[in-house]
């Protein structure tokens, strides 16, 4: 893709861990075909951040990031608009992050709000990886070496992204230059969709997901399970749509609003069965998964095409990262063999 | 230099925040003008650590480049037997540490001794500098990246090569692999020297030091102005040479034991002057430092050919640097172009 477009840039992407979920599409995925058209878009799969606190699996991280591929290429990421690319590819990323370092307190480091949330669900058994800590900071060097104007988040992310920002303020004032560019959270109008289990959000871990890549079966019976409103007991109950899984759901994919509207208003008047909400649900879900699932298959049957959809995604990464590294090393004055030190008589003395 | 040889690999260097002084030279430079004849000797000049706690001043860090590299020319290091080379500029280094971040606690840093300490001298205004806090960690990456058995240190540096060690273990665990070299301490006996002012630890800070590059004269004022024995108050009393800086001086640069020896006997039966020794030790330090001195002006006459050695240094180490990432990355399945992802049909099921 062109780099030379006035276009403003966006950096968003994922952490190759697992499968992309229903989470993930209604939280980020499907804005991402919406706003490579906009934007000039960067898709980073994070397998360094990933390794923060997946040391010991490496073969985990690695695997995902072909599935997290496929499932980028299914739902419509076009890589001739996107570049997608590995992070652990790009090295001057590493570097960015070092210099970064100097420029962030431990203790700031401590008040995160997220990364205490993120320890805290963790429960890591041997201390937190210093690299698990240190993790905002690599996510700043991740932002400003594309020099992106718009980081897409949901609401809990967005102390990470003013991290970032502070290291850009921090950076230029401390090098008196404008070289790197403050990152703004964009943030999704549908953040945070709750597992199947109506509990928190939906997460590989909590076991209460729906994946991009779950087939028909799947679909119909993590739907059948699903949490609805406890209190509605018999069919001809009111019920409650308001922390209704199936019903948020249903807001999130269901296209006739129209349809969903009178649906509503049945099931909290009394007389809607949970099983034909579930039934619409599925019906829809299977609608919307079903062409993604298509896709993919599709794509999985050529892997070195997928391979070199993101060796070429990483080379063009690498090289807008090389040219932001260059600068910020030029402001720091780490440029000795292009400008080459003189002696200075009144130094050291 | 030839890196097929199978001599035993020595990583030693400095941060150049500062010219160096008789405390860097009896602790470890003069040890390394004998350690290249027998061993394969890198010597990184740390400017990346360097900047961890002076991020704001990379103006001084890179002026020092260039006196450091004088200084070791100066004394005698050989640069087609000794790889000296700028850590910045071999990236491959911010690699290891970012992949190592991830096998080291935030606990385990904040109990190494030597970071302590180094804490509590420095006195951060606005906190630790995440970056000078992990150093250990971008230490041990310096360290294995050229795979060295031995780093010549003082006591004090002690902590630090443990860390690296445990590193090196954790790693070669984690990954199941004998991948990286494990680090021995090289005790140097002789590892501190006290400053002029007979208190702590000779350094730049502590404006107690003599220069490499001091000329006659200034050798002469500061030698005058060194303390003593404080009781030694009259010529003909007794003075005690433990813990007198100017005998601690002498110990170190005296060639002419024998006299020495006599001297000491004199000095501490009485009867012998604090300025007979101080003029002693003056004598001796100008007839040690005068030659260094005319070797560095030599050299600093061309500034290119400086550049030059650094420049290729710093190729080479590169090269080494780079084949023990590739290796480290292999271990960690970190090679998604060289080894291509596959389908696994059990993975995420």
Redesign the interface.
Known sequence: MSTTTAKEVILTGDRPT??LHLGHYVGSLRQRVELQNRYEQFIIIA??QA???N??N??KI??????VTLDYLAIGIDPKITTIF?Q??V??L??L???Y?????????QLNPTVKDEIKQRQ?G?????????YP??QAADITAFKANFIPVGADQIPVIEQSAEIVRNFNR??NCTVLVEPKALLSNFSRLPGTDGKGKMSKSSGNAI?LCDNADTIKNKVKSMYTDPTHLKVSDPGRIEGNAVFIYLDAFDDDKKALSELKEHYQRGGLADTTVKNRLTDVLIHKLSPIATQRKEY?KD??QI?AI??KGTEEAKEVAAKTLCEV?NA???N??SH?????PT??S
Chains 1, 2 share one sequence.
Do not use: H, W
């Open positions: 697992g499968p397998d360094a390794l923060t606190d040391a010991s490496p073969e690695r695997q995902n990031i072909l599935e590995i652990s590819l090295p001057e590493a570097e992050t070092m210099y370092l100097n420029l962030v307190s431990v203790a700031r480091l890591f041997g201390g937190v990886p210093a690299g698990f800590f240190c900071v690599s401390t090098y994946y999985a892997l070195a391979m993101l060796k090393k720091m004055q780490i000795y063999f080459p030190i003189k002696i200075d130094f050291n």
